[in-house]
Structures are given as structure tokens and as C-alpha cells.
């Protein structure tokens, strides 16, 4: 099997979050660079199919500027990905999520795809758009929250469950598909040293886009942080029943949030 | 700048869902005027549903009536909204936050070649441009998008809206033909569904209220006062990483970075003490409770409100006091 997987680098969770100067856009100055946790999932899931199904490679595409994006590139190989391919938009990050998904859309058609793994959405834009659009874009059907995946050989076709408002929905797609996952139940695998200085050498391929010419037509004019929460107003109460009783009445009266 | 908004209906039952009625009640409110907004519906029950429409003053539904987009996946009904909203003269649609909306939304900014944007709390329409705003890092900012260009496709951020008011009228019906499915958009088979492990109350992702346990509740004999609370108010239950980690709750009840994230009208936190793992999952939650007994635990600097106090004592007395109020 075929499996391309793209990731996507994104600030580390307790990452301190500031506007730019201008105030248009999230300051990247000086941020550290991860794999986006769903996209790890998505990895994770690669690996694993690819053990399970012999003769299986992994192909994983990230788009985005050095070094954030090579460096998470690179992390994907020592994890197990057999081969690289780089979107490099220079020194300038394209955020309109279609023109991102359009990208590459272009990356994956040129390479051998049965199947197509993202993360559901990315934990800084969380737009959750590129898993749908690269569906659109190959041509085969998506799939977006899935939480579980198999390969039937049997059968020739792939088994899954979603996480949607009704439940887990099960259910069976032949492949080519592409899948988001939600979060992979099985804890995701660390690289390990000697496969981590290994990937440093590992050939990435590379191809250039000026993010000016990708065709955006979504940007970001203002990046605001909520004004810091001043702590909860403490309820003051001789007895439970009063502090209920008063707690009720603020969340009617006052939040109106009650049901 | 007035536009025509197609709002994309989902039917759960025979009625419109929740995200839905938020959609139409936000593009009522972003495009005024007789006949700005109408509706699209997909598959066998799209007839019936359309009257649901009408009773929130749509006065014309485009339906897709066509079987096969009962358990479809997502991009055989892109193809049927793509041609609606072509049809109809529609250059927005809208859709409710949910999985299916969120979906759509990419396919749809795809084949119709638009602007698209997810998760959106505020529409703005000026000079040809639609400006939205939308909550991004788990919330802890928000950003203002510029979107450019003739069409575009937007799904509401789930629960951040009113739902609309009744203005009943008899919708026109219009056909929308799906056209040639392409095989391999019809081949993948919906084969069940195990409705989520909360029981009979809202699925945590989805619920307009959350109530969430932690390590204060001492053990998973105790959990049921947080579930008691919970079915008082009609909540989904949720639970911190420590409780998860113990296996006093399946994992599917986490919220946090690890866990699900969510960002309901009310969040209420039971002995949660507020590791910064958990307030990723939940700090923007409209408005937030905290009940624990030490009173420099993190949750409050986040919390609207607090109670400080031994929780077996105040949750009982909550959920007697909200049953009583609610005349349960």
C-alpha cells in the first residue's frame, strides 16, 4: 500500500502566544516548531498500516518555511517514514487553508497515493480543512474524525470508525481515500536516537512556492489575545444550600446560561 | 452589501439540527431582507424537512432528492450544494459547525472555488469582502480573516449562536439534480453506527452544557454526584486527565490537550484544580464554574465563578437546587 501522509509544523502547546507588530497576524519570532498532535496521529496510523500490510511505504509531504517544516519532515522519518516530500514556501508561511490544501494536492497527484492521512485539523489555525479539500482535489472520498483504521485484505478495503455527533459510525471505503484522523488510540510511537541521526541525512525532496503566487484569497488582518481573565468572582455562602441557591440565580440572571 | 446566503440543512430525525437553526438564525441576522436566505437539503428526507425550514421564514428550499445521498459520504452531496448555490444565485454558503458542516466546507471550497473558513464566530460583509472572526489555539486568541473573491463557504463555530425566531412560511420547493456520482464517491458503505458512551445525555463534543470531573471527586464511587449534577441539567459529562489515567472513565470522556476539546454555554468543574493540559480543552467555554475546596487551585483564575468548598457537600445542594428550579 501507498500511504502519503501530510503534517503540518505548529507552535508547541505552551507556547506563549503574541501578535505580530502590526498586529495582523501570531508572532512565529522565536516560537519552537512541533508536529501538529492530530497530524502525529496520522503518522502513527501510516506506521502501523504499513507494518500490518507487506511491501507498504510511507511518503510524508509537509508545506511551509525553514527550518520549522524540515525539521518536522525530518521527525517523521526517524519515526519510521520512508520518504520526504517538502513544499517549501520560502521564508513566508501560507495560511489560507484551501490554497494550502491546493499545494498540496499538487505534491500528492505526482506521487503513488492508495491512501491519504492527515490530522483532522491543526492545533493553531484549527480550520480542519485540508483533509476535505485534498479529497476534492484527488477526486476519491474523505473521511475526516476517524479515531481507528484497518486494512481488510480479505476484503480490499479499508475499515474505520468516526467520531460524529451520532456516535462512532462504522464503516468501509476501497481505497484511494483520503482519511483525518481525531486522535489515534494507541499512544504514538518516539523516535529513537539512532534513528533520529539518521534522519538527518535522510534526502528530502524539495519544491518551491512562492506563497505570494499560491493563489490566496483568505489572510489574516488581525491576530487579538482575549484581555487576561481577572479570576472567578468567589460565591460567598453560609451553607451549600445557599451557595447553590445563589449560584443558580447568577447563572440565570446574570450569565443566562441556565437551561 | 446585501448577499444571497445558502444555508446547507443537516436533518436529524425529520427536523433541522441544532447547528443548522444556528446557521440560518446568523445568516438571517448577516444578509436581512425577503428572500436573502434559503435553504438546501439532501436525500430521501429532504422533502419533509424542508417545511422546518419554512417555519424560520425560508422561503425557498433546494432540494437534492436523491436516496444515494442518505449515507453518502461528504463529496457525492458537495457536487449537488455546488450546483444549488450556482442555481439559486447564492454567493455565500453557510453551514452549522458540525462534523458534516466542517467536512462540507472543504469539499465545497474545492468545487466551487471559493473562499472558506471554519469555526467562525463573527460574519461581516463590506465592499465585496466578508470578514470573519474565529477563536484559534484552543481558543487563547482570536484572528480576523480577510476573504476575497465571488463565493464563499463559512461553518459557524458549534453553540456560540441563539437559535432563530419562528416567522412561519410555505417554502417553494426547488429540484436540484445530483448528476452523474462518480462510483467511487458512492462505494463506501456507512455500515453502523454505537451511539456515544455517556448514555442518554449530549455527546461531549456537541453539548451546550458540560459538567467535568477530577481528581477532587477521590475515587469512581464518587462520580456519580458528578453525573447526578450533570443529568440535572441536561450536561454531558466530562473528566480531567487524572481521572482518565486512574480508569475511573474511559478515555472518550477527557478534555484537554489530549483529550477532546470543547467550548460549550457552561462548563462546570468539579475538584479539577486547572493544569494548563486540561484549560487548553475548555477555556473557551463561555462561561465557566469552578467548585473546589482549595481556593489558590488554577481552575479559578480561569473560572467566571467559583464556589470554594467541599464539593460532596455543594454538588448534592447544586443538583437538588437546579432539579427544584427546573421542576424536575
Not at chain 2, 453557510?94 to 467562525?120: K, M, Y
Not at chain 2, 486512574?246 to 472518550?252: E, F, H, L, V
Request: aromatic share 4%.
Amino acid at each position: 500500500m501507498e500511504i502519503v501522509v501530510c503534517v503540518k509544523p505548529v507552535p508547541e502547546a505552551e507556547t506563549r502566544l503574541r501578535a505580530s507588530g502590526d498586529g495582523t497576524a501570531f508572532d512565529t519570532e522565536g516560537v519552537k516548531f512541533v508536529l501538529a498532535g492530530y497530524d502525529e496521529s496520522a503518522v502513527e496510523q501510516a506506521l502501523l498500516l504499513k507494518e500490518a500490510v507487506p511491501g507498504s511505504k510511507v511518503h510524508v509531504v509537509a508545506l511551509g518555511p525553514a527550518p520549522r517544516t524540515e525539521e518536522v519532515l525530518r521527525a517523521s522519518i526517524a519515526l519510521g517514514c520512508d520518504l520526504a516530500t517538502w513544499v517549501d514556501t520560502g521564508s513566508a508561511a501560507l495560511t489560507d487553508p484551501i490554497a494550502v490544501a491546493r499545494a498540496l494536492g499538487k505534491a500528492v497527484a505526482t506521487l503513488p497515493h492508495d491512501l491519504v492521512l492527515c490530522g483532522k485539523q491543526a492545533g493553531d489555525d484549527e480550520s480542519g480543512l485540508v483533509g476535505p479539500a485534498l479529497g476534492e482535489l484527488l477526486a476519491v472520498p474523505d473521511f475526516g474524525y476517524v479515531v481507528d483504521l484497518r486494512w481488510d485484505a480479505a476484503r480490499s478495503c479499508l475499515t474505520f470508525r468516526r467520531a460524529t455527533e451520532a456516535g462512532l459510525e462504522a464503516w468501509e471505503s476501497p481505497l484511494p481515500c483520503v482519511v483525518a484522523l481525531q486522535q489515534a488510540w494507541n499512544d504514538p510511537r518516539t523516535a529513537k536516537l539512532p534513528s533520529i541521526l539518521k534522519s538527518r541525512k535522510a534526502p528530502i525532496a524539495k519544491a518551491v512556492l512562492d506563497p505570494a503566487a499560491a493563489g490566496s484569497v483568505n489572510r489574516s488582518e488581525k491576530f487579538e489575545l482575549p484581555p487576561p481573565r481577572t479570576g472567578a468572582k468567589i460565591i460567598e455562602f453560609k451553607t451549600p444550600q445557599e451557595a447553590a441557591e445563589k449560584l443558580v440565580r447568577i447563572l440565570r440572571e446574570e450569565a443566562k446560561v441556565f437551561p | 452589501m446585501t448577499a444571497r446566503i445558502l444555508v446547507v440543512g443537516e436533518v436529524h430525525g425529520s427536523r433541522l439540527s441544532g447547528p443548522t437553526l444556528e446557521a440560518l438564525g446568523k445568516a438571517r441576522e448577516v444578509s436581512p431582507g425577503a428572500g436573502n436566505v434559503i435553504g438546501f437539503l439532501a436525500g430521501s428526507s429532504a422533502r419533509s424537512a424542508a417545511a422546518d425550514f419554512g417555519r424560520y421564514g425560508v422561503p425557498e428550499v433546494w432540494c437534492a432528492n436523491d436516496a444515494r445521498l442518505d449515507t453518502a459520504p461528504v463529496g457525492a452531496i458537495a457536487r449537488s450544494v455546488a450546483s444549488a448555490a450556482e442555481a439559486a444565485g447564492a454567493s455565500i454558503v453557510l453551514v452549522g459547525g458540525s462534523t458534516f458542516g466542517r467536512d462540507l466546507t472543504g469539499r465545497l471550497a474545492v468545487r466551487w472555488n471559493a473562499a472558506a473558513a471554519t469555526g467562525v464566530t463573527e460574519v461581516n460583509l463590506a465592499d465585496g469582502v466578508v470578514r470573519v472572526r474565529r477563536p484559534v489555539f484552543g481558543g487563547r486568541a482570536t484572528e480576523t480573516r480577510r476573504l476575497e473573491g465571488m463565493r464563499f463557504v463559512l461553518a459557524l463555530r458549534p453553540h456560540a449562536f441563539p437559535l432563530p425566531a419562528d416567522a412561519p412560511t410555505n417554502p417553494t420547493i426547488r429540484e436540484v439534480a445530483p448528476g452523474e456520482l462518480p462510483p467511487n464517491l458512492l462505494a463506501p458503505k456507512r455500515t453502523g453506527v454505537e451511539p456515544v458512551a455517556t448514555g442518554a445525555g449530549p455527546s461531549l463534543t456537541d453539548a451546550a452544557i458540560v459538567v467535568s470531573g477530577g481528581r477532587g471527586v477521590r475515587s469512581p464511587e464518587n462520580f456519580p454526584l458528578v453525573e447526578a449534577l450533570a443529568t440535572s441539567l441536561g450536561a454531558a459529562i466530562g473528566a480531567s486527565r487524572a481521572v482518565t489515567d486512574a480508569g475511573w472513565r474511559p478515555t472518550s470522556f477527557q478534555v484537554g490537550q489530549t483529550g477532546k476539546t470543547v467550548s460549550p454555554q457552561l462548563y462546570i468543574a468539579v475538584g479539577i484544580s486547572g493544569a494548563i493540559q486540561h484549560i487548553v480543552g475548555m477555556v473557551s467555554s463561555h462561561v465557566i464554574v469552578a467548585i473546589n475546596s482549595d481556593a489558590s487551585a488554577p481552575i479559578f483564575k480561569v473560572a467566571d465563578y467559583g464556589l470554594v468548598g467541599d464539593l460532596f457537600q455543594l454538588v448534592p445542594a447544586l443538583t437538588a437546587e437546579v432539579r427544584r428550579v427546573r421542576g424536575l
